[in-house]
């Protein structure tokens, strides 16, 4: 079974702190995904990745950066967290590029910023 | 501009059919539509997934009509675990790959 795994299930930071949360999968998934999570909202895509090292913004990048150094492991990084950024962040993968493919989900951080 | 609408909320009954409708405009013909279940405190799980027409597969149809500007999961016979909140997905790839998940249906499975 693919997993995808997140760093830590609850975060608690304070307002201007730079977080980092971590996403791993272990089935060699080219393509990796951050979004958040929000009552009646649904889930918005912050950015994805296609590949090590690339990128690409999705509808709610402000304020947010990522880093993709190995083809497993996919950041997302607040560089001043802000208490909007108070969520719940789920992290996916899925195999290719070449149609659509099924997404695996991690469990989800949940981020409070105080 | 591509968006993806759901109703909010539904009830059901153990037994019942039920069909959770998603709205998806300009939706080009290469784009795939995708249903996910998320249970509490849980990642979103996929379902189904269609891209034209009717897709069955052991928990779920997906139903698509000609026009593609919607599209319906139906879920058979529904039971109290099927209580939870089921997402839609479009891709869509003529706005450069954009993914846009609707906003979600919470569904409410009564006995």
């Known amino acids: 079974d693919v997993k995808v795994t997140q760093s830590s299930r609850y975060l608690v930071k304070r307002t201007g702190e730079k977080v980092f949360l971590e996403c791993v999968q272990d089935?060699?998934?080219?393509?990796m995904f951050w979004y958040r999570q929000d009552p009646g909202l649904g889930l918005r895509l912050i950015y994805f990745?296609?590949?090590?090292?690339?990128?690409e913004k999705g509808d709610i990048p402000e304020g947010y950066s990522v880093s993709r150094e190995k083809k497993e492991r996919f950041s997302l990084i607040l560089e001043s967290a802000s208490t909007n950024q108070t969520s719940m962040y789920l992290c996916?993968?899925?195999?290719?590029?070449?149609?659509?493919?099924?997404?695996?989900f991690g469990p989800g951080t949940r981020l409070t910023v105080l | 501009l591509a968006k993806t609408t759901q109703p909010i909320s539904m009830d059901s009954y153990e037994g019942q059919e039920v069909n959770i409708t998603c709205s998806h405009n300009?939706?080009?013909?290469?784009?795939?539509i995708t249903w996910y279940q998320q249970f509490p405190s849980q990642g979103p799980r996929f379902i189904i997934q269609g891209y034209k027409t009717k897709v069955t597969n052991e928990v779920a149809s997906l139903f698509i009509p000609a026009d593609r500007k919607s599209s319906t999961l139906s879920l058979p016979r529904v039971s109290l675990s099927d209580t939870a909140v089921y997402y839609c997905?479009?891709?869509?790839?003529?706005?450069?790959?954009?993914?846009?998940f609707g906003g979600g249906t919470r569904l409410m499975v009564k006995p």
């Open positions: 996916a993968s899925s195999l290719s590029t070449s149609g659509y493919n099924e997404q695996f």
């Open positions: 089935m060699d998934h080219e393509n």
């Open positions: 990745s296609y590949d090590v090292k690339m990128k």
């Open positions: 997905l479009v891709a869509y790839y003529n706005a450069g790959n954009m993914l846009t």
């Open positions: 300009n939706i080009a013909t290469n784009d795939y």
